[in-house]
């Protein structure tokens, strides 16, 4: 059966593709054709992922996933969280917005954080929702580079490398992302 993963972001999608069953076969909105912007109006990452879910199904009529990630930072009360893509204003601008928590982080000793997608499935019938949350800790300085986004200060907890320095394999298993998409993934078998 074919799923459309509604979104833009090229390196969500290599995730995404590596982390579910191969014959679940995932389609890119960009395979679709689709090249419009989904705003992401929504103030939780429950409401961005219906609303992005929501849009695609509404287009096509075929089954649909979509993901919504925020970074929540303990000693921030949870921010960026929801507004994790334009922290520092522009949006989707990865190297501000990592510069503006290493900042706003500066004298905390408490750098506790976690990672938490939101995904949402709709087909014809049916709709469900899956949450991934990954605990960890941001570090004081850029590390890594691979991965994307906040990867290069967020180290998962229980590992002592960030997300940047792991393999796709590796973050494939340990993500938010992976553990979002592991629930739908048996719920989709079942
Ligand atoms: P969104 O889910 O596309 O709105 O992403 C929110 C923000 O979190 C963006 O700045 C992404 O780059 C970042 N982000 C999403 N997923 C990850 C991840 O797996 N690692 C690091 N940053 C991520």
Redesign the pocket.
């Known amino acids: 059966m074919k799923i459309i993963f509604a979104?833009s972001?090229e390196n969500?999608v290599k995730?995404v593709k590596e982390i579910l069953p191969k014959h679940i076969a995932i389609v890119s909105l960009k395979e679709m054709g689709y090249t419009e912007d989904i705003e992401?109006t929504g103030s939780t990452l429950e409401e961005?992922s219906l609303l992005k879910a929501q849009t695609i199904f509404d287009k096509y009529k075929l089954p649909v996933l979509a993901?919504?990630?925020?970074?929540e930072v303990d000693a921030l009360q949870g921010a960026p969280g929801v507004y994790?893509?334009r922290y520092a204003g522009e949006h989707?601008n990865?190297e501000a917005?990592m510069q503006l928590l290493l900042k706003n982080l500066e004298k905390e000793d408490n750098r506790k954080a976690q990672?938490r997608t939101v995904a949402t499935f709709i087909a014809e019938n049916s709709s469900s929702i899956y949450t991934g949350v990954v605990r960890g800790e941001i570090i004081k300085e850029k590390t890594g580079e691979k991965?994307?986004?906040?990867?290069p200060i967020?180290i998962p907890a229980g590992f002592d490398k960030t997300?940047a320095e792991m393999s796709s394999q590796e973050k494939s298993i340990v993500?938010?992302?992976a553990i979002a998409m592991q629930k739908f993934a048996q719920h989709f078998e079942n």
């Open positions: 979104t972001n969500k995730e992401e961005n993901e919504d990630t925020g970074l994790s893509a989707g990865s917005n990672f991965g994307f986004g906040y990867d967020f997300f993500s938010h992302r």
